[in-house]
């Protein structure tokens, strides 16, 4: 009767039960770390593929908008607080671009900016660049400059 009545009361684990526990869970992460840093590494190639489409396609409009070609390349930078580039490669296509690049676009995944070349041939060519180098910045929502 004792015997079963210590069993009665014993309601908690003891510490070798949870230590054990504990260590079947660290195992699992362990093992699905890397796994998990190639899917986030995944993603975040994703999101850049997708914003580089879309930067292609945004300038492609704002070429339209002017009815014109860059009479040399054109190069300015994307980021998430705007556009930035010279005012000469600016001139022309500032306003269409504010109106465009509205601040939707995340910094690439790897940090800097997106780097966007127009050629006098209308060809766009988006990649990612370490930093945004420009004297102008055309703010999200607004065609004025610094």
Request: avoid cysteine; glycine fraction near 6%.
């Amino acid at each position: 009767m004792k015997l079963r009545n210590k069993k009665l009361n014993n309601k908690g684990f003891s510490l070798v039960e949870l230590i054990v526990v504990v260590l079947i869970i660290a195992i699992i992460a362990v093992a699905l770390a890397p796994q998990v840093m190639k899917w986030v590494s995944k993603s975040k190639d994703s999101v850049d593929s997708n914003n580089i489409a879309s930067i292609k396609s945004s300038v492609n409009t704002a070429i339209a908008a002017v009815g014109e070609l860059p009479s040399a390349e054109l190069t300015f930078y994307v980021t998430k607080d705007g556009i930035s580039g010279t005012e000469a490669d600016l001139a022309t296509y500032k306003d269409e671009l504010a109106e465009i690049f509205n601040g939707d676009y995340s910094e690439p995944s790897k940090g800097g900016a997106f780097k966007v070349t127009v050629s006098t041939t209308g060809s766009v060519t988006v990649e990612t660049a370490d930093s945004a180098s420009g004297s102008v910045v055309i703010k999200a929502n607004s065609s004025e400059s610094k």
